[in-house]
């Protein structure tokens, strides 16, 4: 199992969200996280990614507990969680190489700059850097980067932010296809059109925040076209 939470409970000064949380994602499946403003999923993305200290339970990736202080954990799991951090002088293009750069050798079969620049629509402003660029052209990029990078684990938090339709349905079809690449996705969304599609798991931190298995179970089939 890639990821796997346990008895997992988070909270803020000793005050649970949730508690009990059990959950499993494995290599080509996506679990879509639901909930109403304030239930905790961000504070959840953020537990999985190692940044968080949950109050109590445990969270592993590829059987090590999730602390983004390991070299090795970080170079699993790739995290869009509020917005992307940039390089006021890069062009979007150059952002998109600098993180391809970082990462080389990537491996055979990833998503090249090209995939993600076409896949984006990133054409139109790939030599504008940052401060020029529309929110939604911004949460584009962002989204990019976080695949542009080799990993196992991809955690999205609300990655619809600011995109219009077409930005909307790439990304669900990207997430799609990382998974079909062998990856586990911990998706969270407000966005119904998201939240479904053929495959997918779901959890709702207002319904399923108990002692029990979240979601239904099951893999999504490999290029199921799931959306
Ligand atoms: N650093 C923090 N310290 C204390 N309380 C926090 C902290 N971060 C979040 N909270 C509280 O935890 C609760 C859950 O916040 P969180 O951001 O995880 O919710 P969410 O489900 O992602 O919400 P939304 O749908 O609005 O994005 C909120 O009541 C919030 O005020």
Known sequence: MLLESRDLSVGYRDQPLFNALRMDVDTGE??????????????L?????????PLG????????????RAPRFRRSVAA?????????????AEHLSFVQLVNDPLPDDWFTAADLTTALALDGFA??????LSSGQRQRLAVAMVLARPSRL????????????????????LV??????????????HDASLATGPGLRTLSLDRDTTARPAGTSGKRRRRSGAR
Do not use: I
């Open 154 to 173: 991809l955690l999205l938090d609300e990655p619809e932010r600011h995109l219009d339709e077409t930005g909307r349905d790439a990304v669900g079809r």
């Open 176 to 189: 799609v296809e990382y998974a079909d690449r062998g990856g586990a996705v911990v998706l969270v969304t």
């Open 80 to 92: 869009l969680l509020d917005g992307g951090a940039w390089y006021p002088n890069l062009t979007a």
């Open 30 to 43: 996506v679990l879509v996280v639901t909930g109403r403003n304030g239930s905790g999923k961000s504070s």
């Open 45 to 53: 993305l953020r537990c999985l990614a190692g940044q968080q200290r």
């Open 127 to 132: 030599d504008t850097v940052p401060g020029q």
């Open 57 to 68: 339970g445990t969270v592993t990736v590829e059987g090590r507990t999730a602390d983004d």
